[in-house]
């Protein structure tokens, strides 16, 4: 068998609805040991270890919720966009089940960037609100999220509300690239990436490392919340199956 | 370490540096919004198990 067999035999098995279900079954135990791990030591790190910041104070622990949840709010689109695009190209059911429960977690996402950035921007800017290219970038967001869980409910045929929400999954991915360079493009009052720039972060270790740990805490978060929720579309989807069936007859 | 210097730091940590608002804010609303989402997904999957369980059970009875 060649290498090229084998993958495609992975990815059919993966996209075996009791495969997966069974597979989602097995991680979430662990995803959910290792995300409470991981936001115990950013929580600890974050709120006692790191030192105050020396322009902010305490006031910049805002930081382990805000920047987390504004990198999800991007990556949990990303990953509805790029499941929408293979839903579209290769009508992989289970793409749409990864883009679809993904859309409220996302939104919850987007709107704690939200939130926290405004709590954040009184005290430090003066403000609760500024339209800069930044915010307004991650407020669309917002509306797209909403937009495409709105779309969905309101269609009733899966298939249709499937590829409608898929295509505009798609369309809404430019808004990714232009939350993400705003800050460049623009003169914002929003400040510039201080971890990305990872030859020279502009950031001390030991407020670096619980940020880190609180990013990937929030990221296991979403696959536990995605592998909960896929397990939940694909029971409902496929009610009526064999599989199904021996697994509520049996339990 | 005494009683009271406990307290004092307990005390400090809570004042966040006289961002306290702001900070506890920020933290309580994002885990009211995951505990949410945890307790919302959860449940859906658990009813769903519940529902699923009836409807094969009556149709074993049909047969």
Redesign the interface.
Known sequence: MSVKDKVWLWFHRMASPAYFYNLAGQLLPWSIVATTTLMLIGLIGG??FAP?DYQQ???F??IY??VP?AWMSMFVYMVMAVNSAIFLIWHIKLSDIVARSSA??GA?FT??AL??GS??G??MWGTWWVWDARLTSELLLLFLYLGYIGLRSAIDDRRVAGKAGSILALVGAINIPIIHYSVVWWNTLHQSASVSKFDNPSIELNMLIPLLSMALAFKL?YL??LL??S??EL??QE?RSQW??EL??SS | MGKRTGDFIMIE?LK????AA??W???G??AV??LL??IS??R??RS??RR??R???E??NDT
């Not at chain 2, 966040?16 to 961002?19: A, E, I, L, P, Q």
Request: charged content about 15%.
């Open positions: 709120l006692v105050a104070g305490d006031g622990r805002i919720v805000h949840s409220v977690i919850s709107f704690l939130i926290t709590i954040w009184k005290p978060f536990c919340i909960i929720n397990r939940s029971l409902e009610k199904v069936k509520v007859t | 940590f966040m540096g006289g961002y702001y900070v804010s920020s933290y609303i994002v919004v995951l989402n945890s997904s959860w859906r999957y769903l198990l699923l369980k409807l094969h059970g149709n074993n």
